[in-house]
């Protein structure tokens, strides 16, 4: 599996301010489940880790990348934990490093080391409108309007992803499938507003 430079998550391109909205996301589906032990696959900048461990919430990071200075350096295709170790799973932007033929297994390890929930976030390529209105005694409304695509583009390895959802044959409901081919029951997936280029999807055993 190859992997960015240690760097590449500390630059300004990487972490943009859509990024950070994200990453609220990620926080938020955290701290809202209410978690006495989780873990991170996949480190990133530490950012999210970082934040969560302040929060008072027991958690211990894992990544393939030594460099990155996980609490563990393992793979996901073969987690180093028994069998429902975790309350909360928390696996961002990360299986779509690994060719897609070996997503269910990731998946299934995930389920097997899980105990109540599991938060993913995956790069979703489609296009999508975005409105947001502000209406008197009302508040805002927000709505993401997906953009219809008459020929799906076909994705190309480019060093970091082997696919995306809503490429040429890596639908969405491809996904869903798979991750009920894991055990997984999802119980919401939505699109990040500000940055529709993630999908987050909340799944329970």
Request: with cysteine; charged share 25%.
């Amino acid at each position: 599996m190859r992997w960015a430079r240690t760097n590449h998550y500390f630059s300004a391109s990487y972490d943009s301010k859509q990024r950070f909205c994200s990453y609220w996301h990620q926080i938020h589906e955290i701290i809202r489940l209410g978690p006495k032990k989780i873990i991170e696959i996949g480190i990133g900048n530490g950012f999210v880790a970082g934040y969560v461990k302040e929060r008072g919430v027991d958690i211990v990071t894992l990544d393939i990348d030594p460099r990155l200075r996980p609490d563990i350096v393992g793979d996901v295709l073969d987690l180093p934990f028994s069998d429902k170790s975790f309350d909360v799973v928390a696996c961002y932007e990360v299986l779509e490093h690994l060719p897609y033929e070996r997503i269910l297994k990731a998946l299934s390890e995930i389920f097997r080391i899980c105990r109540t929930f599991t938060i993913l976030s995956l790069p979703e390529s489609n296009r999508a409108y975005r409105f947001n209105l502000q209406i008197p005694k009302i508040g805002e409304i927000r709505v993401l309007i997906p953009i219809p695509s008459i020929k799906k583009q076909i994705h190309r390895f480019d060093g970091e992803h082997y696919w995306e959802i809503g490429k040429s044959k890596y639908p969405l409901n491809r996904i869903i499938k798979d991750i009920g081919r894991a055990g997984f029951k999802i119980e919401k997936t939505y699109r990040v507003f500000e940055y529709p280029y993630h999908r987050f999807f909340v799944l329970s055993v």
